[in-house]
């Protein structure tokens, strides 16, 4: 497996794992925008020339970096892509950035993805009161390393 930054040619690919991700997929347009906004911050996995997950962030004004979305094809998960490309992704935000703080939002029902951020440090900060459109509570989860 390969990690490098995304391309404007892969918005499309995707764009097509996002739907295979999520019940309510970003846009095409804002995966485009989150692309255009922090270019070194969208990162993709690769199995061969196959895209099987993404990541996306991007630094906000307050000091925290933001990963704003991860994604592992279903067919590829379990096998560490996903911590993989969380790791990459805090490491340029570190390294071009100089950020030491980390927050994200996740569905308070995704076990998976929330078992996979507290094993990365990451601690439940706050619960979110109806975040999502279709009223579902977020957790606000924040990993601090300075
Ligand atoms: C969350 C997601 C990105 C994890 O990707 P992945 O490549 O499967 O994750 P990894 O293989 O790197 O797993 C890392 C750790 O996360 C936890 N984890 C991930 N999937 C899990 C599962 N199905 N059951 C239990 N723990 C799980 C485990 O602690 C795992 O470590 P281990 O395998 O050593 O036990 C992936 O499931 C996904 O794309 N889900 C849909 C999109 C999503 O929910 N994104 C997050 C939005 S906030």
Same mark, same amino acid.
């Given at each position: 497996?390969?990690?490098?930054?995304?391309?404007?040619?892969?918005?499309?690919?995707?764009?097509?794992?996002?739907?295979?991700?999520?019940? %309510? =997929?970003?846009?095409?347009?804002?995966?485009?925008?989150?692309?255009?906004?922090?270019?070194?911050?969208?990162?993709?996995? *690769?199995?061969?020339?196959?895209?099987?997950?993404?990541?996306?962030?991007?630094?906000?004004? %307050?000091?925290?970096?933001?990963?704003?979305?991860? #994604?592992? %094809? =279903?067919?590829?998960?379990?096998?560490?892509?996903?911590?993989?490309?969380?790791?990459?992704?805090?490491?340029?935000?570190? *390294?071009?950035?100089?950020? #030491?703080?980390?927050?994200?939002?996740?569905?308070?029902?995704?076990?998976?993805?929330?078992?996979?951020?507290?094993?990365?440090?990451?601690?439940?900060?706050?619960?979110? =009161?109806?975040?999502?459109? %279709?009223?579902?509570?977020?957790?606000?989860?924040?990993?601090?390393? #300075?």
């Amino acid at each position: 497996m390969n990690i490098r930054v995304a391309e404007v040619s892969d918005i499309d690919v995707i764009y097509g794992l996002e739907t295979k991700c999520f019940r %309510d =997929p970003y846009p095409r347009e804002l995966l485009r925008m989150l692309q255009a906004l922090y270019p070194q911050l969208f990162l993709v996995a *690769e199995e061969g020339n196959r895209i099987i997950g993404y990541v996306s962030g991007l630094i906000r004004t %307050d000091g925290f970096g933001h990963i704003v979305s991860i #994604c592992v %094809d =279903p067919e590829y998960r379990r096998r560490g892509v996903g911590r993989a490309l969380m790791v990459a992704l805090e490491k340029r935000m570190r *390294e071009i950035f100089g950020i #030491c703080m980390f927050r994200l939002e996740v569905r308070v029902s995704n076990t998976n993805a929330i078992k996979l951020y507290e094993s990365l440090g990451y601690k439940i900060q706050l619960r979110i =009161p109806r975040y999502y459109t %279709d009223g579902e509570d977020a957790y606000l989860m924040i990993k601090d390393s #300075c």
